[in-house]
């Protein structure tokens, strides 16, 4: 079957195995044979070097699970859908809920943030949901630029992006 510019899916999947060999040279196990986890993601974010480095790669990691969907989908590799469906089995999550729910929870943006990160979370989710189901081209319609997946990604790299912005100002005065 060809892809809308025309690739195969085998070149399609060597392109895609590219970028995740790129994406994934920072963990410790360095395979991308194996199915990447939510608990395995490529690059871990590094709390004690300062949130707003935190926040940059945790939007690039959210970004990243279009990716490893695709995969899945191609290598119809099963995924840890329960962690993957929780706002707080990733980094991001489990600081949104703990240290910067301390120090941040004041802030405007705060709420929207950790509401936009579950909305991702519950569609990333259903995605891996249907991938574990063997229902790959649902998960392949779950993934266009039109469904409600797109717009919680758009939606939670807008909300992190804006929270970094007040967090900086809250911090700096």
């Known amino acids: 079957m060809a892809n809308p510019v025309g690739k195969t899916d085998a070149s399609l999947a060597v392109g895609v195995r590219h970028v995740v060999e ?13 199915p990447m986890t939510h608990k395995q993601e490529s690059c871990k974010i590094e709390l004690h070097r300062g949130w707003r480095l935190d926040l940059d790669k945790a939007v690039e990691q959210h970004v990243e699970w279009k990716v490893r969907f695709r995969m899945a989908i191609f290598q119809k590799e099963p995924l840890d859908a329960a962690c993957i469906g929780k706002d707080d089995c990733c980094e991001l999550g489990n600081w949104l809920h703990g240290e910067a ?9 705060y709420d929207a943030c950790v509401a936009r990160h579950k909305a991702f ?15 790959y081209a649902e998960a392949t319609e779950m993934l266009k630029s039109s469904a409600a997946f797109s717009k919680a990604s758009s939606e939670v790299g807008l909300a992190i992006m804006a929270f970094k912005k007040e ?7």
């Open 121 to 135: 979370h519950e569609e990333a989710g259903k995605i891996a949901r249907a991938i574990n189901a063997a229902q």
């Open 22 to 34: 790129r994406k994934c040279a920072a963990r410790s196990d360095k395979r991308i044979d194996a």
């Open 167 to 173: 967090a900086a100002m809250a911090s700096s005065g």
């Open 101 to 109: 729910k301390s120090r941040f929870s004041s802030l405007g943006t």
